[in-house]
């Protein structure tokens, strides 16, 4: 009987459990801030729009081509300079740029209280630079040359920015070298090169492979307007092929966003209506690259004589191994006779 009963029991038990239904979960809802603050007015919940008042568009099938036209690296009908407002010298020697910039000055440091030259980029063609292709082994400034070259222009900066484009091998000599002048070391922006074929570009060097130019930002005096930026110290651009530039630079072309960067930085230095120019100095400026407003561009000519030289000095060089190689092949050959 005791078993009977309490077999009942749980037959019971069960159906009364499974007769019973779930309870339905209720939708989740966002609790407003006015439960727990006074004087927080509720905000009614946001209702979904209608799917009839919703528009829709249907894009043609010709915006999903795969192909796409691209544009050249650097646009040749890029708007340059009005001629009023630039300045640009070309000259053999860029000792030269000294005794111009010392007749362009005269009219305005006497009258004016601000710095005749505010922000100044340089793109010296260092001697460490070797014939290796990118290079052909003319860049021959050394850090004597730069340093006596820099003391006779920073005579027209007596507060601003310069920028001096160098490489991990000389930054350390770069930046003793600008101390000496009174000049401060303050930042750097990394130029961080890519091929056309959007890969990393990889170059010897003693250590790690190098993929990257350094600009280095020094400061010099007090007094002029800086404008912070939040933008990246780390440029993403790519190099310009080597034939297009070798026959006429001597370093390759920077990207035009390191102008963008130097013009927002300094507000002040650019075209000055009153003044008739502006206070940006650049020196080894590119013949290809395009002039921009209150800029005074120096170019170093790379004449077509000191080319001719050095291919001839090549073909010598060329001829000598030829014959070297020539003479050791007799001798081999008088040696197992």
Excluded at 258 to 286: C, H, N, S
Aim: charged residues 25%; hydrophobic residues 35%; negative net charge.
């Amino acid at each position: 009987m005791s078993l009977r009963r309490q077999t009942q029991n749980t037959l019971s038990i069960t159906t009364i459990t499974t007769s019973t239904s779930a309870p339905v979960a209720k939708k989740p809802t966002q609790l407003s801030l006015a439960n727990f603050f006074s004087g927080v007015k509720k905000v009614k919940p946001k209702a979904d729009t209608p799917d009839d008042l919703i528009s829709r568009y249907i894009i043609p099938n010709d915006l999903f081509s795969g192909v796409k036209q691209m544009r050249g690296l650097y646009n040749s009908k890029r708007v340059s300079a009005t001629e009023p407002k630039t300045a640009y010298w070309e000259i053999e020697d860029m000792n030269d740029c000294v005794s111009v910039l010392d007749e362009v000055m005269s009219q305005t440091e006497a009258t004016s209280s601000q710095s005749p030259i505010e922000g100044m980029l340089i793109d010296p063609p260092w001697d460490f630079y070797v014939a290796d292709g990118r290079n052909d082994g003319r860049c021959t400034w050394s850090l004597t040359n730069m340093m006596s070259l820099m003391e006779n222009v920073l005579q027209h900066m007596s507060a601003g920015l310069i920028f001096m484009w160098t490489h991990k091998s000389t930054q350390a000599d770069v930046v003793r070298m600008m101390y000496t002048l009174g000049c401060t070391y303050v930042e750097n922006l990394v130029w961080f090169k890519k091929t056309l074929s959007n890969v990393l570009q990889d170059r010897p060097s003693p250590y790690f492979s190098s993929s990257k130019e350094i600009l280095l930002i020094f400061k010099r005096g007090e007094g002029f307007e800086l404008r912070h930026q939040r933008t990246a110290d780390v440029l993403i651009d790519f190099e310009r092929p080597t034939e297009q530039w070798i026959h006429e630079e001597y370093t390759e072309l920077k990207p035009p966003g390191v102008y963008d960067m130097i013009e927002t930085l300094l507000p002040k230095a650019g075209f000055d209506q009153a003044l008739g120019r502006g206070r940006f100095l650049e020196l080894w400026a590119k013949r290809q690259a395009p002039r921009r407003d209150g800029w005074l561009a120096f170019h170093n000519i790379k004449t077509a004589e000191d080319t001719e030289v050095k291919q001839i000095i090549q073909k010598d060089m060329m001829d000598t191994a030829n014959n070297e190689s020539e003479v050791a092949e007799v001798a081999s050959m008088a040696d197992q006779n």
